[in-house]
């Protein structure tokens, strides 16, 4: 069964104070992992999908890396804006009908100004 | 565009009683998914139609719970009857069309927050 472990549970940053968030997986034959931003009494918001290890995707202030074991998201210089949670998941199989996400418990991230 | 949306956005329903949650994806997507988060776990999955089929029901709890997606278009997630344990939020996801290894990202629905008393 597929586990998504992701670390710090909970993170406190100062307006500008780069961080970075990890998401450790297995799974057997990745085919993608997602990571979404999430605000308080709203569904996931899809931020950005990796397939491969070494690629990486950026967004503004947010930069998605993919290793074979583990995924970071890299906030560089965090506004108050960018507070959320923060989930990644991943999706395995090697045929397309098997589309399920397994999510971890996510990244809670607040930023102070 | 329109995203997806979900009805009703919270129901309260006493122990035994049935509840049905609704689900409209992104228009022209056919891939449609069932997951629930419930209190201090991670969200998990519940079911995937492609149209109106379902491709994959391994994580429907139980036989208490009935989808279905008639004409391929909204979704419709039945709770009968219901449990103490059924409390959690219930979010619908859809997809498009992957072909071969390829994958689209699943866009969300703001949830149905269901409390089981």
């Known amino acids: 069964e597929d586990q998504v472990t992701q670390s710090p549970e909970a993170l406190r940053l100062q307006e500008g104070e780069s961080s970075s968030l990890n998401c450790s997986y297995t799974v057997s034959g990745l085919r993608g992992l997602f990571w979404y931003r999430q605000d308080p009494g709203k569904g996931p918001e899809f931020l950005f999908t990796?397939?491969?290890a070494g690629e990486e995707k950026e967004k503004e202030r947010l930069k998605a890396t993919l290793t074979k074991k583990e995924s970071f998201l890299h906030i560089t210089a965090p506004k108050p804006e960018d507070s959320a949670t923060y989930l990644c998941?991943?999706?395995?199989?090697?045929?397309?009908?098997?589309?399920?996400?397994?999510f971890g418990k996510g990244n809670q991230v607040v930023v102070i100004p | 565009e329109a995203g997806v949306t979900q009805f009703p956005s919270h129901s309260v329903i006493e122990k035994g009683q049935t509840v049905t949650l609704r689900c409209d994806p992104i228009?022209?997507?056919?891939?449609l998914y069932w997951y629930r988060r419930v209190m201090g776990k991670e969200i998990k999955f519940l079911l995937h139609f492609v149209k109106e089929s379902k491709q994959d029901e391994s994580g429907m709890p139980n036989n208490r719970f009935l989808a279905e997606r008639t004409g391929g278009t909204y979704s419709t997630l039945k709770v009968q009857p219901a449990e103490l344990e059924d409390s959690g939020v219930y979010f619908c996801?859809?997809?498009?069309?992957?072909?071969?290894?390829?994958?689209?990202?699943?866009?969300f629905g703001p949830g149905t927050r269901l409390t089981v008393t």
């Open positions: 998941a991943v999706q395995e199989g090697i045929y397309y009908g098997n589309n399920r996400l397994a």
């Open positions: 990796l397939y491969s």
């Open positions: 996801a859809s997809s498009q069309v992957g072909g071969g290894r390829a994958t689209y990202e699943q866009y």
């Open positions: 228009s022209g997507h056919d891939n």
